[in-house]
């Protein structure tokens, strides 16, 4: 049963209007006693040319439902639908019991690969709180797809090539000590090279150095080498810890370095295809007619850019992977790059340019201004985790001081406040980082999700201890009369529509969302209903209830890469 659909079929029927189309417009009503479904008929008003009320009435009047739904009303523009009450409670009860943690996969992915290029994050560079979105969003856009039948590929698009490597090899050489670097790892890195910023401004002779030692890695020179992969592993032991924590994993850490044979044939290609002209002895890719500046693919010198490692980069994937889909998850400040990108592959005549999304994001701020890592102003993530964590334990110890495992909890508590902040709003949103917020574990928080969570656990942790188990033939639908069982059922048959909208549009916010109207729904049913104790076909479809969100919650916190504790 997918009643949204049958809806739109019926409408379909009688108007001839695309179902698709129709089912698009269906909305939930805010209260119960307005429907389960609505359908605002003065979305149709322009093609059938009548007043939405009068639509309303003859459709009303032409409808024909499947049984399950128990009634059809007029109200004012809007067409109403109740669904038959015990059949939806079954339907959705069913679909979760049967399915489990799927609950809301499918197969439509096929097995296609779906690229997704996240974190990426920059050699000798602090991962900090920037970072976090590309980190958690793509992350979770990897765990969406593959539940919808797709297999994701997760790429990590090291900035690991360009001038700052020579700076840092003479701010090195010039202030570094091998041990100490060892010691504060990336930390250190970013001391040095914020220092040769301040040098530089007084000697410029500097600059020219870094660039003698840029040219020398490029040249393949075996102390250049050696130190450009030192820093390199520095970094990538460093951020792992913070991988480690998020529970990440990546398929691929090609990054910018990785494709420095790989853009001769690019550039030859362009040249073929006659997209290639000189500027001031750079070579470019002319945008203007689509009104963007150029695409810069060498420079002056002979060096290639970011836009040509990135033409590279599409290229090798589309060859390698044959992606479906080819996702980068980068903040809106990179807008233009992909716009520029994204047409060059087009102009090469490539159609799976239509393939490749810009997935962006909005920036990630302290409250006291931008970051910016040539001032050494950052909030490092790992700390911010790590403080995260602390703060949690220090609640729990107050809040729950005989929790086993308390370590473990604050860990997947911490964590998840931090990751659940990036993931609550849709992504174009600039976000200020506050702990306040981020910790808040009251209100619509990670905190509050896993902690409903640990509430059912518990709940059906008491039934077991009391010998009773509920299986699906057990379950009396009628007792799901009351308004709160309702919300609760409504939410989770949400569940599904929320991960594939999430996929459409690659916002995980949407699934984040449904998660905190089934623990906001399930909250209220728990507070306003008893369960053990009542009669035994009300306490049976109850704790199957009970059961059912637990699933569905633990399902939706990992799809936005949360853990699920069942104590808390
Ligand atoms: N390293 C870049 C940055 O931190 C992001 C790279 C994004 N991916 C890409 N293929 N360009 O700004």
Request: proline fraction near 3%.
């Amino acid at each position: 049963m997918d009643y949204k659909k049958d809806i739109a079929l019926a409408l379909s029927s009688i108007t001839g209007i695309d179902a698709g189309e129709l089912e698009e417009y269906i909305e939930i009503p805010p209260n119960s006693e307005m429907g389960d479904f609505a359908f605002p008929c003065f979305k149709l008003a322009r093609t059938l040319r009548k007043a939405p009320p009068a639509i309303a009435a003859e459709l009303k009047e032409k409808i024909t439902l499947p049984d399950y739904f128990s009634d059809v009303q007029v109200a004012g523009g809007y067409l109403n639908f109740f669904a038959d009450k015990s059949s939806f409670a079954k339907k959705t009860i069913e679909a979760v019991f049967n399915q489990g943690e799927k609950y809301g996969s499918s197969d439509e992915g096929q097995g296609r690969n779906v690229c997704i290029d996240y974190s990426s994050i920059n050699i000798a560079k602090p991962f900090h709180i920037g970072h976090l979105s590309s980190t958690v969003i793509g992350h979770s856009l990897y765990r969406i797809f593959n539940h919808l039948g797709y297999n994701s590929v997760g790429i990590n698009h090291l900035g690991d090539w360009g001038t700052q490597f020579g700076k840092l090899i003479v701010a090195y050489k010039k202030w570094g000590d091998r041990e100490t670097i060892e010691k504060q790892s990336v930390k250190g890195l970013l001391e040095i090279y914020v220092k040769f910023h301040d040098e530089a401004e007084k000697d410029e002779s500097l600059n020219d150095e870094a660039r003698f030692w840029f040219k020398k890695i490029e040249e393949g020179d075996k102390e250049a080498l050696e130190l450009f992969a030192w820093f390199k592993e520095l970094t990538l032991r460093e951020v792992k810890k913070v991988y480690d924590m998020l529970d990440i994993t990546f398929d691929s850490y090609a990054g910018e370095s990785f494709y420095n044979d790989k853009m001769g044939a690019v550039i030859d290609e362009l040249k073929e295809k006659n997209l290639l002209k000189e500027d001031k002895g750079a070579m470019i890719v002319d945008l203007e007619e689509y009104n963007m500046p150029p695409c810069l693919i060498l420079r002056s010198d002979g060096a290639t850019l970011y836009a040509t490692r990135d033409l590279a980069a599409a290229m090798y994937r589309k060859k390698t992977y044959d992606f479906y889909k080819n996702l980068y998850v980068v903040a809106y400040q990179q807008d233009l790059h992909f716009k520029q990108i994204f047409k060059v592959i087009e102009l090469m005549g490539y159609d799976w340019y239509k393939d490749m999304v810009h997935v962006s994001f909005g920036m990630v701020s302290l409250p006291d201004g931008t970051l910016s890592t040539r001032k050494g102003k950052v909030l490092f993530l790992e700390d911010v985790l790590k403080s995260a964590v602390e703060k949690t334990l220090e609640i729990m110890q107050e809040k729950n001081p005989d929790l086993e495992k308390k370590e473990l909890v604050a860990k997947q508590v911490g964590v998840g406040a931090v990751v659940w902040n990036s993931l609550y709003n849709g992504r174009i949103k600039d976000i200020t980082f506050s702990w306040d917020k981020a910790l808040n574990f009251e209100g619509e928080t990670g905190p509050y999700a896993q902690y409903t969570h640990a509430r059912c656990c518990s709940v059906i942790r008491k039934a077991e201890s009391e010998g009773i188990s509920v299986s699906l033939d057990d379950i009396d639908y009628s007792v799901f009369e009351d308004e709160e069982s309702r919300a609760v059922i409504k939410a989770l048959e949400a569940f599904p529509k929320a991960v594939k909208e999430a996929s459409v549009k690659y916002e995980p916010y949407l699934i984040s969302r449904n998660i905190i109207d089934i623990c906001k729904a399930y909250n209220k049913f728990y507070f306003e209903h008893r369960i053990m104790g009542e009669q035994e076909n009300v306490m049976k479809a109850r704790i199957a209830l009970t059961m059912a969100v637990k699933t569905v919650i633990k399902t939706g916190l990992y799809l936005v890469g949360l853990e699920a504790p069942e104590k808390m």
